[in-house]
């Protein structure tokens, strides 16, 4: 859409500057934000990178380690049938490599997370609670978080299996388990999350996303609505698209 583009224009001038959106050295020579408590403080607007697939290369598709039943969901696949196309919600991790803004605020005990995609919220306690106990799996699962030094680590269980992991297609069961560590610098976010899911995956992996300042729009507020709106009628039409592995 058209303010994605500006949006994405912005943000290349702003990182071929090298600056911040303040105008600051991004050199790494200054001080991270705190809270009153002294906690590293992610508030603010942030802009998301974008990741359509996690294993983008043929080696890095040949290092991803499948089980047998994981690999199997993932050749036989079809991009139609990505279940956001169908306004379902992304789910987590994937919902961190959205590329649209965000925007953290934090208090002393909780994090909250909102998504100009979907219009999506996570709320996620930091105060070092247990995972609520016989919860229902759902889209977003449920996000417990503490405090390891000065990195917030985020852990996330009760999701279901109606998501993918990415537009590629590289899909999950409901035994996945998510484990977010966000590190704040002074000018970014450093996010390692760690995928552990037994039934797709033969052992737990990981990547990193460098998570940039959002460049101000003039004429745009940092969250705009978005509206995601299926209406699809004639589904059985739709253009396939299956890896080449089965074509």
Same mark, same amino acid.
């Given at each position: 859409?058209?303010?994605?583009?500006?949006?994405?224009?912005?943000?290349?001038?702003?990182?071929?500057m090298?600056v +911040?959106?303040?105008?600051?050295?991004?050199?790494?020579?200054?001080?991270?934000?705190?809270?009153?408590?002294?906690?590293p403080?992610?508030?603010?607007?942030?802009s998301?990178?974008?990741?359509?697939?996690?294993?983008?290369?043929a080696?890095?598709?040949?290092?991803?380690?499948? +089980?047998?039943e994981?690999?199997?969901?993932?050749?036989?696949?079809?991009?139609?049938?990505?279940?956001t196309?169908?306004?379902?919600?992304?789910?987590?991790?994937?919902?961190?490599?959205?590329?649209?803004?965000?925007?953290?605020?934090?208090?002393?005990?909780?994090?909250?997370?909102?998504?100009?995609?979907?219009?999506?919220? %996570?709320?996620?306690?930091?105060?070092?609670?247990?995972? %609520?106990?016989?919860?229902?799996? +759902?889209?977003?699962?449920?996000?417990?978080?503490?405090?390891?030094?000065?990195?917030?680590?985020?852990?996330?269980?009760?999701l279901?299996?109606?998501?993918?992991?990415?537009?590629?297609?590289?899909?999950?069961?409901?035994?996945?388990?998510?484990?977010?560590?966000?590190?704040? +610098?002074?000018?970014?976010?450093?996010?390692?999350?760690?995928?552990d899911?037994?039934?797709?995956?033969?052992?737990?992996?990981?990547?990193?996303?460098?998570?940039?300042?959002?460049?101000?729009?003039?004429?745009?507020?940092?969250?705009?609505?978005?509206?995601?709106?299926?209406?699809?009628?004639?589904?059985?039409?739709?253009?396939?698209?299956?890896?080449?592995?089965?074509?």
């Amino acid at each position: 859409m058209w303010y994605v583009a500006r949006r994405t224009a912005a943000a290349l001038l702003v990182a071929a500057m090298g600056v +911040t959106v303040a105008g600051q050295s991004s050199n790494g020579s200054k001080a991270i934000p705190r809270m009153p408590d002294g906690k590293p403080d992610f508030s603010g607007f942030w802009s998301l990178p974008y990741v359509p697939n996690m294993a983008a290369s043929a080696a890095a598709e040949a290092a991803v380690p499948y +089980t047998p039943e994981g690999l199997r969901a993932y050749r036989n696949h079809d991009a139609k049938d990505d279940p956001t196309s169908l306004c379902l919600y992304p789910g987590v991790p994937r919902i961190m490599q959205s590329p649209y803004p965000l925007q953290i605020v934090q208090t002393a005990d909780q994090l909250v997370m909102l998504f100009e995609y979907m219009g999506l919220w %996570r709320a996620i306690p930091t105060d070092g609670r247990s995972h %609520r106990q016989g919860i229902e799996p +759902t889209f977003m699962g449920d996000s417990v978080g503490r405090w390891d030094g000065d990195t917030l680590v985020i852990d996330t269980t009760g999701l279901n299996d109606r998501t993918w992991l990415d537009t590629a297609g590289h899909q999950h069961s409901d035994a996945m388990h998510v484990v977010e560590r966000l590190r704040r +610098t002074a000018d970014t976010i450093v996010l390692e999350f760690t995928v552990d899911d037994p039934k797709m995956y033969s052992q737990p992996w990981k990547h990193e996303r460098i998570i940039r300042p959002l460049p101000p729009i003039p004429g745009l507020p940092p969250l705009i609505e978005y509206s995601c709106n299926e209406n699809n009628r004639d589904l059985e039409h739709l253009v396939s698209f299956k890896p080449a592995a089965n074509r």
